[in-house]
């Protein structure tokens, strides 16, 4: 057997004992002491793909070690930047973009692929990305990525699976009107917008603090942006880039899932090197529904405060409550009394941990998109499956305070977005094992 096949094989089988991972659950102990927040996923991703915008080297710190990430950084070496990883300290320097293409076989599991679209036209005139298809949670499409970089003159192509934008004589600034509040799109389109010809205006942008992130990381790199974090954000095109040394935002999803694990266990729980501002609407909510939150500039301590009441949710836009918290609200849910309406408005299909959580004891009846949760339910250890990976944080919540063993299966979803879950749940005291 030759050596390139023999490694091949090798990677394949590492590939699938991940695959088929499981975690082992002993649920029904209180989680108690302190948990550090990893970086934010959904910053890392889009500050990654921006460090393709300059041929200085670019320090992005805090960044998770985690699956997207991992595949991200294999995109911009294919892309031609040299990628070095150091602990939490990724070195990017993309001195040149040979080729500015994301081929399928490298982005097929990370619907985030289409950040390098901004980037990759904006810094060579041409980009060509294997269009991410549709997930358990929704039909993920870009039409509005596509939509606003015609707006910035590139001319889009759509064939074989691809989309390809090519800008001859480089893109010129333009109007955008965001006909919904898309987070990767606008990320996207300031990607591109700051190396255009003129003004940009982007109307209906996204809020979430990850954008704001991205605009200062490239801020720090000579653009010149206003309004972030705010509808509207204007962009003055610069010639050119320079290098940057950036911390990334602590990953507020992370925090709020562990925020949610210490209410759920009736447990006492300090997470440390978080952004409690960016989890306003949880922290409302799970204040409602009867835990105890004291929070500091940056660390936030949930406690057992007498019987948890249910309460409604509706998710929304930054700053309304994340809907990539609304699998482990829900779990939650089961363990509070009276019913509870949960409604999903930002992604169609985003209810698959629903079945699962029934299967565990829970009592939710979905209907289009709202689920309705009656507690208390009392939880029993099944064997479940994951379908995404908030979907996945919701069974591992559930299981938590389940009587008795739960096998959670495809684990992969979690470490697509959770760094090192396991370990930090086992630091609270949980009974959590994986198992190849
Ligand atoms: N949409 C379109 N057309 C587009 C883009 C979006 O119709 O061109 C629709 C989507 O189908 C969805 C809605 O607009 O119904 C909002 O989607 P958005 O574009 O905001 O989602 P995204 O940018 O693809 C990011 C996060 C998601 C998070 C959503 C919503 C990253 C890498 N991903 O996705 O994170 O749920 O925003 O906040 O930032 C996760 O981390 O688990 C995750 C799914």
Same mark, same amino acid.
């Given at each position: 057997m030759g050596a390139a096949v023999a490694a091949r094989r090798a990677v394949t089988a590492v590939a699938a004992e991940k695959i088929m991972d499981k975690l082992l659950i002993r649920g029904g102990k209180p989680l108690e002491g302190e948990v550090e927040t990893s970086g934010a996923k959904n910053s890392a991703l889009p500050v990654l793909a921006a460090s393709l915008l300059t041929s200085e080297p670019v320090a992005l710190r805090r960044i998770p070690r985690v699956r997207d990430i991992a595949t991200m950084e294999k995109l911009l070496r294919y892309n031609g930047a040299s990628v070095d990883v150091d602990g939490d300290t990724v070195r990017i320097q993309a001195a040149t973009v040979p080729n500015p293409e994301a081929p399928y076989e490298i982005v097929k599991t990370m619907r985030a692929s289409s950040l390098v679209l901004g980037p990759l036209v904006a810094r060579t005139g041409r980009a060509r990305v294997s269009m991410p298809g549709g997930c358990a949670i929704g039909a993920r499409p870009i039409n509005l990525h596509v939509a606003a970089l015609e707006k910035l003159g590139a001319k889009i192509f759509q064939e074989h699976g691809y989309v390809e934008a090519r800008a001859d004589n480089g893109l010129r600034g333009g109007h955008v009107k965001f006909d919904r509040i898309t987070v990767t799109g606008t990320e996207d389109i300031i990607m591109a917008a700051v190396l255009a010809d003129g003004e940009t205006v982007i109307e209906n942008a996204a809020r979430e603090p990850e954008v704001v992130d991205v605009a200062s990381l490239l801020t720090r790199m000579g653009a010149r942006i206003d309004g972030a974090g705010t509808s509207t954000i204007r962009i003055q095109g610069v010639p050119r880039l320079g290098g940057a040394d950036h911390a990334i935002i602590p990953d507020r999803i992370e925090a709020g899932t562990f925020l949610i694990a210490g209410a759920i266990t009736g447990g006492d729980v300090l997470v440390r090197g978080c952004a409690p501002e960016h989890l306003m609407a949880t922290i409302e909510l799970m204040r409602q529904s009867g835990s105890s939150i004291e929070c500091g500039p940056d660390w936030m301590r949930v406690r057992k405060n007498g019987k948890l009441r249910s309460v409604d949710m509706k998710t929304m836009e930054f700053?309304? %409550?994340a809907t990539d918290l609304q699998a482990q609200f829900m779990a939650l849910m089961t363990q509070a009394e009276g019913i509870s309406f949960v409604e999903e408005?930002?992604?169609?299909?985003? %209810?698959?941990h629903a079945p699962e959580l029934v299967r565990m004891g829970a009592n939710i009846r979905v209907e289009g998109r709202k689920a309705i949760v009656a507690g208390v339910t009392p939880l029993s250890g099944a064997p479940v499956t994951c379908s995404d990976l908030r979907a996945s944080a919701s069974l591992i919540l559930a299981a938590l305070v389940a009587e008795g063993e739960s096998v959670v299966d495809r684990i992969y979803h979690v470490d697509r977005g959770y760094e090192g879950l396991e370990r930090k749940l086992a630091g609270l005291g949980a009974s959590v094992n994986r198992v190849a």
């Open positions: 700053p309304g %409550f408005t930002i992604f169609e299909n985003r %209810f698959m």
